[in-house]
């Protein structure tokens, strides 16, 4: 369906998000207030209005490109199947985000609104890579997503590639699902399922598993950045690299091989975009188009055409890897269209805070190849 949305950056914005043919093309073009380069303010403002986007988003992704040198070097094998082989303990951080324990789960955690408006539930399913636990940016993002849609969430911390693999991944975030249904009695119709990156692409794959089980299905799903096809092979993601300051093809089809343990790569359970998406509840995908990961995000909006599919596709241009996370004016601009979806509009008590440039610390994190 096509619709206009407003643009949500800032008050300097000149222009309003539009549709371009049966894609939704959000453009991020908010003139920023200020430039983090001193003395660049007029250069990058210029860059900025050519490609279409804010010009702290041009900082930031001009920052990641150094990142190489100052990254540490990726863990090894031998590292990654020992710190994947050990229990989860949730950094002292998070809990002061807000984030605690979940009944008696030590893998699973909640996290309330500033405030609870709402009766949804968000189940919510990080990224990084299958490999790593969540990220300082993706902790932060859930509590701005939770204040947005006023609604509580719920973050399981599933088993990582490469001590465990698929199925592992699957029974525990089914078993938290439907312990939310059975234990805690909460509708179904109240749940919605996020994820980005990895997460993203997991939580597609639940959804198919879900209806195939014939499971209660929840209300609807918000794709971020979803890495939907492991075996990186969308002839797109080639052209899409050299765009790219953060992923790396042959990098994520290796760890996607290791998540899938030995299963057909184009399984459904781990590349749900090869799966039958008809019966699924309305989803909503964003993706940037300086993201590798967006070939297939474009490739999804294409069979949600043919297929009729409710399934809405924002494609935001030059924008990179899980944007969404940072604290750049397209973040806020998909926090709108978020909250449009969920209630029809955005609730005039919601407030959603950009941050403070804190969190950019964390884009070292990644080493060379790996998904945020």
Not at 36 to 48: E, F, L, R, T
Not at 173 to 191: A, F, S
Not at 231 to 243: A, I
Request: one cysteine or more; glycine letters at 6%.
């Amino acid at each position: 369906m096509k619709k206009a949305i407003s643009s949500f950056a800032s008050a300097n914005a000149n222009k309003v998000l539009h549709m371009k043919k049966s894609t939704k093309i959000a453009l991020g073009i908010t003139a920023a207030a200020t430039a983090a380069v001193a003395g660049a303010v007029a250069v990058k403002a210029v860059q900025a209005k050519k490609q279409e986007r804010s010009i702290k988003s041009l900082v930031v992704e001009d920052a990641m490109r150094r990142l190489p040198c100052r990254c540490a070097e990726q863990v090894s094998y031998e590292e990654a199947l020992e710190q994947s082989s050990l229990p989860y303990t949730l950094p002292d951080f998070s809990r002061k985000l807000g984030f605690a324990e979940y009944d008696d789960f030590d893998d699973t955690f909640v996290l309330y609104p500033e405030e609870e408006y709402s009766d949804f539930v968000i189940f919510y399913i990080h990224g990084h890579n299958f490999w790593a636990d969540p990220s300082r940016l993706q902790f932060k993002f859930c509590k701005r997503l939770a204040d947005i849609l006023g609604a509580k969430l719920i973050l399981p911390v599933y088993p990582k590639a490469p001590a465990h693999h698929v199925a592992d991944v699957h029974t525990m975030l089914i078993d938290r699902y439907l312990y939310m249904i059975n234990v805690k009695e909460v509708d179904p119709q109240d749940i919605i399922f996020a994820g980005d990156a990895a997460g993203g692409g997991i939580a597609l794959s639940l959804l198919q598993r879900i209806k195939y089980q014939a499971l209660p299905m929840p209300k609807r799903a918000i794709l971020l950045s979803p890495w939907l096809d492991i075996t990186n092979t969308n002839p797109g993601m080639e052209e899409l690299q050299k765009s790219d300051p953060l992923l790396k093809i042959e990098t994520l089809a290796y760890q996607g091989r290791e998540y899938a343990g030995g299963i057909d790569l184009t399984s459904p359970a781990v590349s749900p975009i090869y799966g039958d998406l008809k019966g699924l509840p309305p989803i909503s995908v964003f993706s940037g188009t300086h993201d590798i990961l967006s070939a297939d995000a474009a490739k999804l909006e294409t069979i949600a055409e043919n297929e009729d599919l409710d399934i809405n596709v924002y494609l935001f241009v030059n924008q990179v890897h899980f944007f969404m996370g940072l604290p750049i004016p397209e973040a806020r601009e998909v926090l709108e269209i978020i909250a449009e979806e969920v209630f029809g509009s955005l609730d005039e008590d919601c407030e959603y805070i950009e941050g403070d440039g804190e969190d950019l610390p964390d884009l070292e994190e990644p080493a060379d190849g790996e998904e945020q």
